[in-house]
């Protein structure tokens, strides 16, 4: 029932940032956890970071972990991801995604039942 609508991606050049952000419409997602993953052609989709539904653990892939920060706002429905010193490797498409029970972290993408259509991330060398 819940519609996931991803937003900020866009081209940037390496070593830049942009803050990504993952809305919730059709209820309210609080009691769930929530992840972002990131496509590219010929790739595997990748986990890149995930949430608990209280905000309070937190999970990235090791290729991201330190640059990137996960986030979650519960009254607006939101889940932002702040990307810093963006790579060329970065390059995909990003979803976020939703999963129940919330207080699991889980990095596997066949494990999250709600999908948003994913916005793409371009970075330049």
């Known amino acids: 029932q819940a519609q996931l609508v991803e937003s900020g991606g866009g081209l940037v050049q390496a070593g830049g940032s942009l803050r990504l952000s993952c809305a919730a419409s059709?209820?309210?997602?609080?009691?769930?956890?929530m992840a972002w993953f990131r496509q590219a052609p010929g790739k595997e989709r990748e986990f890149v970071a995930a949430?608990?539904?209280?905000?309070?653990?937190?999970e990235y892939g090791d290729f991201v972990k330190g640059r990137f920060t996960v986030s979650r706002d519960n009254a607006k429905n939101t889940m932002d991801l702040q990307m810093n010193s963006l790579k060329p490797e970065d390059t995909a498409v990003y979803y976020c995604?939703?999963?129940?029970?919330?207080?699991?972290?889980?990095?596997?993408?066949?494990?999250?039942?709600?999908w948003g259509q994913g916005t793409q991330v371009t970075v330049s060398s």
């Open positions: 995604a939703t999963r129940f029970p919330g207080h699991e972290l889980v990095v596997a993408s066949g494990e999250y039942n709600y």
């Open positions: 059709g209820r309210t997602l609080s009691s769930y956890s």
């Open positions: 949430i608990t539904w209280n905000g309070g653990r937190t």
